[in-house]
């Protein structure tokens, strides 16, 4: 059932945190497959700030396909933005210790960004896989900045109303795709980790990260309708659909 509440601090705010989506042990084995995993294929990832990145974790165990439909989730991106979606990207990131801010930005390019009663075009989701909070550099936002003209604070801009929530393993940020956010500083000495599901208009737009490259077949007969309608595999595992992880 969908918390009115929530959908406001949505609409206002611009985010909302949904606490306990996943149990404690689901949590862990997602956790230690993030950070085993990159640790050994990952890549420095240099946008904004430094940290490790896995890519299109869909495609590497179907464990984290429960993720991308998630009934304490996705209803909200759906009451936001409608119910013609994809899901760009299911992505992770690793914060290491001594690793710094990340620039504040919105996920929105600048000619795209909608205000008002408009639905936004794209909506992402933080999935705690650690405990994330000021000391580990957790997620930082600044409220009510999806109604900017502009992708990036400008430089020198005082934002004294930015927050850097406490969430929990486990638990959820939902925000609008044109919410100003961005990692925080690792003082601690624990690597940090996250999963970021980012949901596009599917009628406009194409993939981030094209899950049917390398999904395995044998895993659609235990996937939901909405996960293929997600993914765009209700007609099966195709050649590479467009996306722009293979334009960078």
């Known amino acids: 059932m969908i918390d009115e509440e929530r959908i406001a601090e949505l609409r206002v705010w611009g985010f909302t945190i949904i606490h306990d989506v996943l149990d404690k042990a689901t949590a862990?084995?997602?956790?230690?497959?993030?950070?085993?995993?990159?640790?050994?294929?990952?890549?420095?990832?240099?946008?904004?700030?430094?940290?490790?990145?896995?890519?299109?974790l869909v495609t590497l165990d179907p464990m984290f396909l429960p993720v991308i439909d998630h009934p304490a989730v996705l209803p909200y991106i759906e009451a936001v933005m409608g119910s013609n979606l994809i899901l760009g990207s299911l992505n992770a990131r690793v914060v290491r210790p001594g690793d710094g801010h990340q620039g504040l930005h919105g996920d929105v390019p600048l000619d795209m960004l909608r205000h008002g009663?408009?639905?936004?075009?794209?909506?992402?989701?933080?999935?705690?896989?650690?405990?994330?909070?000021?000391?580990?550099?957790?997620?930082?936002?600044?409220?009510?900045?999806?109604?900017?003209?502009?992708?990036?604070?400008?430089?020198?801009?005082?934002?004294?109303?930015?927050?850097?929530?406490?969430?929990?393993?486990?638990?959820?940020?939902?925000?609008?795709?044109?919410?100003?956010?961005?990692?925080?500083?690792?003082h601690t000495d624990e690597l940090r980790a996250a999963m970021f599901g980012h949901y596009r208009n599917s009628v406009w737009l194409r993939f981030q990260c094209d899950p049917h490259d390398g999904f395995r077949e044998e895993w659609l007969?235990?996937?939901?309708?909405?996960?293929?309608?997600?993914?765009?595999?209700?007609?099966?595992?195709?050649?590479r659909h467009g996306a722009d992880f293979y334009e960078r």
């Open 28 to 56: 862990a084995r997602m956790r230690d497959f993030v950070i085993d995993n990159t640790l050994r294929i990952g890549v420095e990832h240099g946008y904004r700030g430094t940290a490790l990145h896995l890519a299109n």
């Open 117 to 186: 009663d408009n639905a936004p075009l794209m909506m992402n989701t933080v999935w705690a896989l650690t405990d994330l909070n000021p000391d580990n550099g957790g997620t930082r936002l600044v409220p009510g900045s999806h109604q900017s003209p502009l992708r990036y604070p400008p430089p020198g801009l005082s934002l004294p109303h930015e927050m850097q929530p406490e969430v929990p393993a486990g638990s959820v940020v939902v925000f609008h795709g044109q919410t100003w956010h961005g990692g925080g500083a690792n």
């Open 221 to 239: 007969a235990d996937m939901t309708t909405r996960q293929k309608e997600l993914l765009r595999m209700t007609g099966g595992v195709d050649h």
